[in-house]
């Protein structure tokens, strides 16, 4: 899947994708053993969310997420449990941001 800031998107996998405020976001569903890995196009912070912290994000309180504060290329993130996950990245230009997103296992 890849997305951009601009809201364009190309999906494999009929996933949707949205442009929420200043975020770039997806919700993907990752099975026993698969990590995500996210190719940026620039510096970006990634959050990988539960349900529960994608919530919290949203509604400006404190969340925990697994991933980088800082990243440039590409980055490979283990979620702790199978289930849906919540691909949330951010960077300083939002417009001009773009991702792939994709499955590893």
């Keep these: 899947m890849i997305f951009k800031g601009n809201g364009l998107t190309k999906s494999n996998n009929k996933q949707k994708v949205s442009v929420m405020e200043r975020f770039l976001h997806c919700r993907i569903h990752v099975d026993s053993g698969q990590s995500v890995r996210v190719n940026l196009n620039t510096e970006a912070r990634i959050y990988l969310l539960d349900d529960k912290n994608y919530q919290r994000l949203r509604a400006h309180k404190r969340f925990r997420y697994l991933g980088r504060s800082q990243a440039r290329d590409n980055v490979v993130i283990r979620p702790d449990s199978p289930g849906t996950w919540h ?19």
């Design 87 to 105: 691909v949330v990245i951010s960077g300083a230009n939002s417009s001009s941001l773009s991702a792939e997103v994709s499955l590893l296992s």
